[in-house]
Nanobody, 122 residues
Framework: QVQLVESGGGSVQAGGSLRLSCVAS????????MGWFRQAPGKEREFVAT????????VYADSVKGRFTISRDIAKNTVYLQMNSLKFEDTGVYYC???????????????WGQGTQVTVSS
């Protein structure tokens, strides 16, 4: 059974940091593009960051560029999202996802985790 399990969410004050992790299991993800998306209450799920299979290609949403860093450990089947200088508007449920394509488009992602809540207080 394919599973993506996120962890590391929580509550933090503005300016603080969090590190999200996503562990993949059930199949080999070493060649997949891995991405992070987020969804705030009442809003659509939006792209945050993505990394290709070897970490050589990363893309960030403009809203997080310079503050967030995506990385992966192929041996551990794990992808990370280091979030620094958090803002109130970063609040939402963060989802990990995998894609067979090199893409930032939500529709290109095949497997999704259940999400982890990030709450930033101003």
């Amino acid at each position: 059974q394919v599973q993506l399990v996120e962890s590391g969410g929580g509550s933090v004050q503005a300016g603080g940091s969090l590190r999200l992790s996503c562990v993949a299991s059930g199949r080999t993800f070493s060649r997949d593009t891995m991405g992070w998306f987020r969804q705030a209450p009442g809003k659509e799920r939006e792209f945050v960051a993505t990394v290709n299979w070897n970490g050589g290609w990363t893309v960030y949403a403009d809203s997080v560029k310079g503050r967030f860093t995506i990385s992966r450990d192929i041996a551990k089947n794990t992808v990370y999202l280091q979030m620094n200088s958090l803002k109130f508007e970063d609040t939402g449920v963060y989802y990990c996802a995998s894609s067979w394509a090199v893409s930032t488009q939500r529709g290109d992602y095949n497997y999704w985790g259940q999400g982890t809540q990030v709450t930033v207080s101003s």
